[in-house]
């Protein structure tokens, strides 16, 4: 399949995310009023390539951990489709489901309540091998001993329980029970957010070593942009359930086009004083996501909204080669929708 993002057409996609959308409905509150509906993922589309990782950022409620529970069918999708080598997940259940979760896997961001208290290590990491029949009885525990070395928990550690380890080691813990079916693809959903500073950069480095020692697809989750620029081939923005911006990681942080991307890169520290630059603040609160904005979502809060932004959603487009943004500043590369195939509308505007 053609990889519309990068545009490297030898190299088959991993993911091709078409038009994903999950909506929540709430319980109604009035006899007299419809049940509203959060509108937590609404309309993304994007294309990885195996090996790959795709850092994903954005404020708190912005729809970042839905996307990834909905990518791995931990949500049901309302609508759109979840492309894994081709083939359309959504909707699968069963054994069908369960193969394809062999491949798939998450790491979650609580490394406390993530892990069972009352089950050893050796079962907690041995258990999907088990359930998905890869191995069984002593080669189980060889399998679990040989992975947690890998992320550095010594073998005699397999009979202790979660609570006699870390916040790190218990991360790391987490870590070896997503590699142990060998997927191609993990969700990192705020992997080190739980954790102390000094712990964080030693987990960020051990995901890097093992993306490269198994040839492993991220989608990483985090709200710490120079933590998601570490170890990510491109950055994705995230605002009320939207992509506003997807470029290369190092080209998003040094040259940022989106006003949003502009305040987040703003608002990382900086240590040296001499290099320290001007914060860009935001107007008010993100708006409800059960009532989003007319026109572009972001247009309330952003220093440099025009008329038209209160009016007409801009186009996500691309309006660089490999930089894609959702705004009225940058007109795309072409200007109307009206001329692309389906496939390509779906995953934005091209440049020629």
């Known amino acids: 399949m053609e990889n519309n993002i990068t545009g490297m057409l030898s190299v088959p996609s991993l993911l091709d995310i078409r038009d994903l959308r999950k909506l929540f409905r709430l319980k109604r509150t009035s006899f007299f009023r419809a049940p509203e509906t959060v509108h937590a993922v609404d309309g993304v589309s994007f294309v990885m390539k195996p090996g790959e990782t795709i850092g994903l950022v954005g404020e708190s409620g912005c729809g970042k951990s839905t996307l990834g529970r909905a990518i791995l069918q931990l949500i049901r999708p309302s609508s759109g489709s979840v492309l894994y080598r081709g083939r359309n997940i959504v909707g699968l259940d069963g054994p069908e489901l369960k193969k394809i979760r062999a491949e798939i896997q998450i790491i979650f961001q609580d490394p406390y309540s993530s892990l069972n208290p009352r089950m050893t290590i050796e079962h907690i990491v041995g258990d999907a091998v088990k359930a998905h029949g890869?191995?069984?009885?002593?080669?189980?525990?060889?399998?679990?001993?040989?992975?947690?070395?890998?992320?550095?928990?010594?073998?005699?550690?397999?009979?202790?329980?979660?609570?006699?380890?870390?916040?790190?080691?218990?991360?790391?813990?987490?870590?070896?029970?997503?590699?142990?079916?060998?997927?191609?693809?993990?969700?990192?959903?705020?992997?080190?957010?739980?954790?102390?500073?000094?712990?964080?950069?030693?987990?960020?480095?051990?995901?890097?070593?093992?993306?490269?020692?198994?040839?492993?697809?991220?989608?990483?989750?985090?709200?710490?942009?120079?933590?998601?620029?570490?170890?990510?081939?491109?950055?994705?923005?995230?605002?009320?359930?939207?992509?506003?911006?997807?470029?290369?990681?190092?080209?998003?942080?040094?040259?940022?086009?989106?006003?949003?991307?502009?305040?987040?890169?703003?608002?990382?520290?900086?240590?040296?004083?001499?290099?320290?630059?001007?914060?860009?603040?935001?107007?008010?609160?993100?708006?409800?996501?059960?009532?989003?904005?007319?026109?572009?979502?972001?247009?309330?809060?952003?220093?440099?909204?025009?008329?038209?932004?209160?009016?007409?959603?801009?186009?996500?487009?691309?309006?660089?080669?490999?930089?894609?943004?959702?705004?009225?500043?940058?007109?795309?590369c072409r200007e109307s929708r009206a001329n692309q195939t389906s496939d390509s509308t779906l995953q934005g505007v091209r440049c020629k």
Request: aromatic share 6%; charged share 25%; with cysteine.
């Open 134 to 332: 890869i191995a069984k009885g002593s080669e189980v525990k060889d399998r679990v001993a040989d992975i947690l070395e890998k992320v550095g928990i010594r073998r005699d550690r397999m009979a202790a329980f979660p609570h006699e380890f870390s916040g790190g080691q218990r991360q790391r813990i987490g870590i070896a029970r997503a590699l142990i079916l060998q997927p191609q693809l993990i969700v990192c959903d705020e992997p080190v957010s739980a954790l102390d500073v000094s712990i964080q950069a030693q987990v960020i480095n051990l995901l890097a070593d093992i993306k490269e020692s198994f040839g492993l697809a991220y989608i990483l989750i985090a709200h710490d942009l120079s933590v998601v620029n570490h170890i990510s081939n491109r950055i994705a923005v995230m605002y009320l359930g939207k992509f506003i911006e997807l470029a290369p990681s190092d080209d998003l942080v040094s040259r940022p086009l989106h006003p949003y991307t502009k305040a987040l890169i703003s608002a990382i520290p900086v240590l040296d004083p001499r290099k320290r630059k001007a914060h860009t603040s935001l107007r008010g609160e993100p708006p409800s996501p059960i009532d989003p904005p007319e026109g572009c979502r972001f247009h309330p809060r952003c220093p440099e909204a025009m008329d038209i932004c209160s009016i007409k959603e801009p186009l996500w487009a691309e309006v660089e080669p490999d930089r894609f943004v959702m705004c009225h500043l940058y007109p795309p």
